[in-house]
């Protein structure tokens, strides 16, 4: 495996980084807990180090997964990586999307940082995690209810009390960044990253780029659109959130194929998945640190850590962005 510092700290993460949205079941139909941590635990012994989480994961349901995947690992030797900021249990801020929880209830799910708020969020996130304290702590959204400084105020205080090591952001622009760094340093900011979604090479790469802070890339793989496995006519479980994502109607599949059918050859030469040729595709891409790639069982794990090994010439980058650019 190979390890990258995040920004100009000494938070040394796995480029590959298990990402436990999928785990919690939540959005993603259901899930198998003992297959989510026997998916955590391979990854580790494959070198993945890092794990990334959310509270809003399941409500509870990745954390705590989490939290017993790892109660076996030396704490020095794996990096949490958490968040804050969406809570489906308290009606403040602003309401973000109506959902089921993976009993079937409605919930509606809010977007709020408030002070008092994220000092709670994180004992909870301790608690389930098991540890005493978070590597990563990041904002999930931004909340335009409470001001940028009052959050990361409440992180800073995090930081100083030991209970969180460094402060990161998630789906942050560049102008949000740059207001939260007047209060609190940021090594990090996680973004959708994919072949398919290159939004954030427009301004957040630079930003990124010029001011040492590390892109955390999600969703790497489109969900599993650029795995190659899944065709038109796919048929998705019940509560699966892809079912009604636009990378992921007819039309888009089979573009995405086509697109897969002209770079499996590469693959094919390294004795590589589509997906491991994707991952580190991603890896090799200027300004993106770490991939975050989730894994539903043992076997998606270790293929996902074993993607780090796939070696690419610039020759093959090169043919691999020009049929980037027509995506």
Not at 3 to 11: E, I, K, P
Not at 120 to 133: I, M
Not at 309 to 318: F, G, K, N, R
Request: glycine fraction near 8%.
């Amino acid at each position: 495996m190979e390890y990258r510092n995040l920004g100009n700290s000494s938070l040394s993460l796995s480029a590959i980084t298990f990402g436990a949205w999928a785990a919690g079941g939540w959005m993603w139909g259901k899930t198998d807990r003992n297959d989510a941590i026997e998916a955590i635990r391979s990854s580790y012994n494959e070198g993945v180090t890092s794990i990334d989480t959310a509270p809003i994961y399941g409500q509870g349901d990745s954390e705590s997964i989490v939290g017993e995947a790892i109660k076996d690992f030396p704490r020095d030797k794996i990096q949490l990586l958490t968040k804050f900021g969406m809570r489906w249990d308290l009606a403040k801020g602003t309401l973000a999307f109506k959902s089921k929880n993976n009993q079937g209830e409605d919930i509606d799910i809010y977007k709020y940082a408030g002070k008092e708020s994220i000092i709670k969020e994180c004992e909870d996130s301790l608690k389930r995690l098991g540890t005493d304290y978070i590597d990563l702590y990041q904002i999930h959204w931004p909340d335009i209810t409470t001001p940028i400084h009052e959050t990361m105020e409440a992180v800073d205080a995090l930081i100083k009390q030991g209970k969180v090591r460094y402060a990161g952001v998630c789906n942050y622009n560049a102008v949000q960044m740059a207001e939260a760094e007047q209060t609190i340093q940021l090594v990090s900011n996680q973004v959708p990253f994919s072949m398919v979604n290159r939004g954030i090479e427009v301004e957040t790469v630079p930003y990124c780029i010029a001011n040492h802070k590390s892109i955390l890339a999600y969703s790497p793989i489109e969900r599993g659109l650029l795995s190659g496995k899944i065709t038109p006519g796919y048929k998705f479980a019940k509560g699966d959130h892809r079912a009604a994502n636009k990378y992921f109607t007819e039309e888009s599949i089979i573009k995405t194929n086509a697109f897969l059918a002209k770079i499996k050859p590469i693959a094919d030469s390294k004795d590589a998945t589509l997906a491991q040729l994707v991952i580190k595709w991603t890896l090799q891409r200027p300004g993106i640190t770490i991939a975050l790639v989730g894994a539903r069982n043992k076997e998606q794990a270790v293929q996902n850590a074993r993607a780090i090994h796939v070696s690419l010439t610039q020759d093959e980058i090169d043919f691999i962005n020009r049929l980037v650019l027509q995506l």
